[in-house]
């Protein structure tokens, strides 16, 4: 049986963290064997770039800096594919998603390319986006440190996330509590954990 691919999206500060790390512990419980990844993955090659990218340490164009997150993505790819078809469930704190809300929010940059990247990449089972409005956001403990976290991107950002819901995606409400939340993606997650093993892993946006 292989694992399930889970991947939690959204704004900053929306709770995506919190809720990984509290699905993990349930999946774990549930069903055995659970890993937890997180893009941008900061401790690879391309990783090190983007996060002197994100701290504001070093300049880099919108289409590069587009591709080193696609890249760091690809790296990881055989390693995701073999922990799924050993059944492993993943739980991913950011993903593909990400990557095309954020840079197609910038002026200039075409949203279908800046999806073609990633096309092939391992398709989720399920996307867990959690939805709140940038001002709430913007209240939260650490908003404000890096690069895009400004009200008005995320707003754009937000409007980029809502087009590219597909029918695996769930949106939730993140203005909830931290435990209402995890309650209501918990038992959507289950179902997944419960059905998807029959099905092949797909390819994104192809
Ligand atoms: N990026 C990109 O451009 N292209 C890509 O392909 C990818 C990413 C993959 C990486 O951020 C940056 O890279 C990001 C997108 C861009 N943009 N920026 N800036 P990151 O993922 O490393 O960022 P982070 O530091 O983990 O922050 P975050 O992900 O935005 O936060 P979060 O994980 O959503 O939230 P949290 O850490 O769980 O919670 C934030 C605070 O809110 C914390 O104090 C919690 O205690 C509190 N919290 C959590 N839940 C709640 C609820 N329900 N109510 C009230 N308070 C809560
Ligand atoms: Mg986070």
């Given amino acids: 049986m292989r694992g399930s691919l889970i991947v939690l999206e959204g704004c900053d500060r929306v709770g995506k963290t919190t809720q990984?790390?509290?699905?993990?512990?349930?999946?774990?419980?549930?069903s055995g064997k659970a890993s937890l990844l997180k893009f941008?993955?900061?401790?690879?090659?391309?990783g090190g770039l983007i996060d002197n990218?994100?701290?504001?340490?070093?300049?880099?164009?919108?289409?590069?800096?587009?591709?080193?997150?696609?890249?760091?993505?690809?790296?990881?790819?055989?390693?995701?594919?073999?922990?799924?078809l050993n059944g492993t469930h993943l739980v991913v704190d950011?993903?593909?998603?990400?990557?095309?809300?954020?840079s197609a929010a910038k002026d200039g940059m075409d949203m279908e390319w800046c999806?073609?990247?990633?096309?092939?990449?391992p398709r989720p089972d399920l996307v867990v986006y959690l939805d709140l409005d940038p001002k709430s956001a913007a209240s939260r403990i650490g908003y404000g440190e890096e690069r895009y976290e400004s009200r008005k991107f995320q707003e754009a950002v937000r409007n980029n996330f809502l087009k590219l819901k597909e029918s695996y995606w769930m949106i939730v409400d993140a203005r909830k509590s931290v435990d209402d939340m995890h309650e209501e993606i918990w038992d959507r997650v289950r179902k997944t954990i419960d059905e998807c093993w029959k099905e092949p892993i797909e390819k994104l946006w192809c």
């Fill in 40 to 46: 941008p993955d900061r401790s690879s090659l391309t």
């Fill in 53 to 84: 990218y994100l701290r504001n340490k070093l300049e880099l164009t919108d289409k590069v800096v587009h591709l080193l997150f696609s890249a760091n993505r690809w790296e990881l790819e055989p390693k995701m594919k073999n922990l799924l």
């Fill in 20 to 30: 990984c790390v509290k699905l993990i512990e349930k999946i774990a419980a549930y």
């Fill in 94 to 102: 950011r993903y593909a998603f990400s990557g095309v809300a954020y």
């Fill in 115 to 121: 999806r073609s990247p990633d096309i092939g990449l």
